[in-house]
């Protein structure tokens, strides 16, 4: 902004510096032309004269910026009001050689602080142009469209292609149950971020809409789909259980023990007799078809299903604990160093060692609790294998 005043004139000094940095900031500001000359007009002997030495000489304010700290107000408060209203001059220059004194200290603490906290939120550039890199991908790929245009097929709502990226959603003869965020019989939605803001009236579905994520959520509490049959070409002829099992930490919720620990998935594949069998995953995604679901009554299949689910099981709880310890490994690279800077920072300034104290404690109670873990099931799909013609 343009600089309109550069001189400032202090006729009545208030009684703290917080209050007068506020004043000089009205003139002082950022991307100024020139230097703001501030001008305080005293009489000799006056408490105000008084007050102009401990902002000059004491604290400095009128030459560098003031830091705020309270602590200055705490200790001089009733010494320096004492000192103003004095008979002499030797109260005030008391109270300004000690002010002066404990001023350069707590700026000495400061700016050693400063140099710790400035490396837990220090920018980087790297990986900031990584993760931009990664979001841009991200939104540009056709993972999520693909994603929600199978979800509204199966709903039941007809998705008619209008360009860039983007569909009418109109409800079709199969449309049963209401789908998240679709209100009405038609509405108009894109993937793409320009179509999205010279189109308003379109709905830009992104990752963190509240129809996707009512989606995801919804397709992950509903049972529908966590249990299939299906039928793979393969040299092998028989059939096997595919068992997705979900490896999760118990620890208390407070503790976001999901940044180290997200749920993980476990996928396990056995043969009829139990053992654990070589099934490509993505070629079974890819290749298998849905087939008649009433080869689950066949008296052989029947029997042995609760014995491979468990043999299963127990596969996926053989590989739990190194997938807790990858966890474990990961929150303590990310917590010991805070932890360290944290003690180094403590040494200086005492005030942070509660800060230091519950970071401990966060470290203790996710380094056990990571080790504690869940093995759930999670969907089970019965792969029929055929032998190829």
């Known amino acids: 902004a343009e600089q309109v005043a550069r001189h400032l004139v202090l006729l009545d000094l208030p009684l703290t510096a917080d209050r007068l ?22 009489v000799a002997g006056t408490p105000q004269a008084r007050l102009r030495r401990w902002f000059d000489e004491a604290l400095r304010v009128f030459e560098t910026p003031w830091h705020g700290t309270p602590a200055i107000d705490r200790e001089f408060g009733g010494a320096l009001v004492e000192s103003l209203l004095a008979d002499d001059e030797d109260a ?58 199978d979800a509204f097929e199966r709903a039941g709502i007809e998705a008619e292609w209008i360009g860039d990226r983007s569909y009418t959603l109109r409800t079709g003869p199969s449309y049963r149950r209401p789908f998240p965020g679709f209100h009405g019989q038609e509405m108009a939605v894109t993937f793409d971020r320009e179509t999205g803001l010279a189109h308003p009236e379109r709905v830009l579905l992104g990752f963190d809409h509240p129809m996707v994520r009512d989606t995801l959520d919804d397709l992950l509490a509903h049972e529908a789909g966590n249990a299939a049959v299906v039928r793979l070409d393969d040299d092998r002829a028989g059939w ?66 609760p014995a491979l689910v468990e043999a299963a099981r127990e596969l996926a709880e053989a590989r739990g604990p190194a997938i807790a310890d990858a966890a474990r490994a990961r929150m303590q690279d990310e917590l010991a160093p805070l932890v360290d ?26 380094d056990d609790g990571l080790a504690k873990h869940r093995i759930r099931l999670e969907a089970l799909r019965l792969i029929v294998l055929a032998p190829r013609p």
């Open 92 to 149: 005030i220059a008391a109270v300004v050689a000690r002010g002066r004194e404990r001023n350069a200290q707590i700026l000495d603490e400061l700016e050693h602080g400063r140099d710790r906290l400035l490396e837990l939120t220090s920018f980087d550039g790297e990986a900031a142009a990584a993760l931009r890199e990664s979001i841009d991908q991200t939104e540009e790929g056709p993972e999520l469209e693909q994603f929600m245009l």
């Open 240 to 305: 096997c259980l595919e068992a997705i099992y979900v490896a999760e930490p118990t620890v208390a919720r407070e503790l976001r023990a999901d940044r180290f620990f997200p749920p993980t998935p476990i996928r396990v594949v056995v043969d009829a007799g139990g053992d654990e069998a070589a099934i490509d995953a993505e070629r079974a995604r890819r290749e298998a078809a849905e087939i008649d679901a009433r080869v689950l009554t066949l008296p052989d299949v029947a029997r042995r299903i």
């Open 21 to 42: 940095e506020q004043l000089i900031g009205r003139v002082d500001r950022i991307g100024q032309a020139a230097e703001v000359e501030i001008h305080v007009p005293t």
């Open 341 to 366: 800077r944290l003690t180094e920072l403590t040494a200086v300034h005492p005030s942070v060692a509660p800060e230091l104290e519950a970071a401990r404690a966060e470290q203790r109670a996710l």
